[in-house]
Antibody
Framework: QVQLQESGPGLVKPSETLSLTCTVS????????WSWIRQPPGKGLEWIGY???????NYNPSLKSRATLSVDTSKNQISLSLTSVTAADTAVYYC??????????????WGQGILVTVSS | SSELTQDPAVSVALGQTVRITCQGD??????ASWYQQKPGQAPVLVVY???NRPSGIPDRFSGSSSGNTASLTIAGTQAEDEADYYC???????????FGTGTKVTVL
């Protein structure tokens, strides 16, 4: 079955760039959208953005252009870069396959998530 | 509007039925999907599309929609259904994704 695994540093300093990778196994990243989602401790889910395997992207405007998604088809990986981080960016970050059919959309499956703490 | 609103918390007696609602303008045009999240775990898809369940999700979970409101119903609620539930859909433009505010379900 399709499995996703997030990886990257668990601690990032304020004002620096958060960089995470999502490795997909059990399926090719081609022909699908892939999203990053985050969840601050004790809070709800926030969609960060999605990427199509061809490289086209769409982002949550609330992140004010700090987020960039990219794809490496040779490694079957999707990456997230978030610049100028603050403590408010501390969260568990998830990647998920983003499925769209007609007027429906859903995320399945999800990675297990990775906690990233922003602190000096 | 790009917001999806859910009641913060609901409680249900073991074996009874609970309905969780999600309101938002975009739901007039797009289906919602629903996720169950237990403490310390990643969300799990339980209902998507008009009323579809992924493999392995019990048939006590069902979805429906009317106007600007989508609903997730759990019939014959079990103790293991105690969790946070989030709805998700597109925003009114259709280009963005948006999550509901989440509902904590407590099984009494």
């Amino acid at each position: 079955q399709v499995q996703l695994q997030e990886s990257g540093p668990g601690l990032v300093k304020p004002s620096e760039t958060l960089s995470l990778t999502c490795t997909v196994s059990g399926a090719s990243i081609s022909n699908y959208h892939w999203s990053w989602i985050r969840q601050p401790p004790g809070k709800g889910l926030e969609w960060i953005g999605y990427l199509f395997y061809s490289g086209s992207t769409n982002y949550n405007p609330s992140l004010k252009s700090r987020a960039t998604l990219s794809v490496d088809t040779s490694k079957n990986q999707i990456s997230l870069s978030l610049t100028s981080v603050t403590a408010a960016d501390t969260a568990v970050y998830y990647c998920a396959r983003d499925l769209v059919v007609g007027v429906g959309c859903w995320f399945d499956p999800w990675g297990q998530g990775i906690l990233v703490t922003v602190s000096s | 509007s790009s917001e999806l609103t859910q009641d913060p918390a609901v409680s249900v007696a073991l074996g009874q039925t609970v309905r969780i609602t999600c309101q938002g303008d975009s739901l007039r045009n797009y289906y919602a999907s629903w996720y169950q999240q237990k403490p310390g775990q990643a969300p799990v898809l339980v209902v998507y599309g008009k009323n579809n369940r992924p493999s392995g999700i019990p048939d006590r979970f069902s979805g429906s929609s009317s106007g600007n409101t989508a609903s997730l119903t759990i019939a014959g609620t079990q103790a293991e259904d105690e969790a946070d539930y989030y709805c998700h859909s597109r925003d009114s433009s259709g280009n963005q994704r948006v999550f509901g505010t989440g509902t904590k379900v407590t099984v009494l």
